[in-house]
């Protein structure tokens, strides 16, 4: 699903005019979250909960009459993304570890080191997530596909480098 998460925005901004553009944006969300679930390995009444949420989030939307339905998902992902990076306690269940696991071994300096660059993520995730909550009521749809499209990747990648940065630079004890 990794490519599929990629392609989410493209495909949104590409059909943003289709007369079927809240059905597919709806059922390309409810994938990616419903694979966001699975692959979290939680336990099987949390991801059960977590489904059992999401429908009845997505219902209440639709049932309500609300446009915003679209909206929700960049929303629900960069908020799970924030919970993911604040919920790590230790070094070795931080996101930003698992990737880099094979490369850096039982280095205990560079785990701390990663580990405290999460910092960055839960500070950038926050801004975006709250971002995109104001833009979920506040804004038309064409202003919230450019943030949600563009802006927040740039936003994700500067987080990207951020860390990168910073552990390069802790790692070499500048700072």
């Given at each position: ?9 493209a ?20 994938l ?12 099987r ?5 977590g ?26 992902m ?40 999460k ?45 990168v ?11």
């Open positions: 699903m990794p490519s599929l998460t990629l392609l989410y925005p495909v949104i901004f590409l059909l943003r005019d289709s007369p079927y553009f809240m059905a597919i944006a709806l059922n390309l969300g409810g990616l979250i419903l694979d966001l679930l699975y692959r979290l390995k939680l336990p009444r949390f991801q059960v909960a489904i059992v949420g999401l429908l009845l989030l997505v219902g209440s939307v639709v049932w309500t009459g609300v446009q915003n339905v679209v909206r929700l998902y960049p929303f629900i960069s908020g799970s993304m924030l919970l993911l990076f604040a919920a790590a306690k230790d070094p070795k269940s931080n996101p930003m570890i698992g990737p880099l696991r094979n490369r850096i071994g039982e280095d205990k300096v560079m785990l701390s080191h990663l580990h405290r660059a910092w960055i993520w839960i500070v950038g995730l926050s801004i975006n997530t709250a971002v995109l909550g104001v833009f979920l009521f506040a804004f038309p749809l064409q202003v919230w596909i450019l943030y949600a499209s563009f802006y927040s990747y740039i936003l994700l990648a500067s987080l990207f480098v951020l860390s940065a910073y552990v390069a630079l802790a790692r070499r004890n500048i700072l």
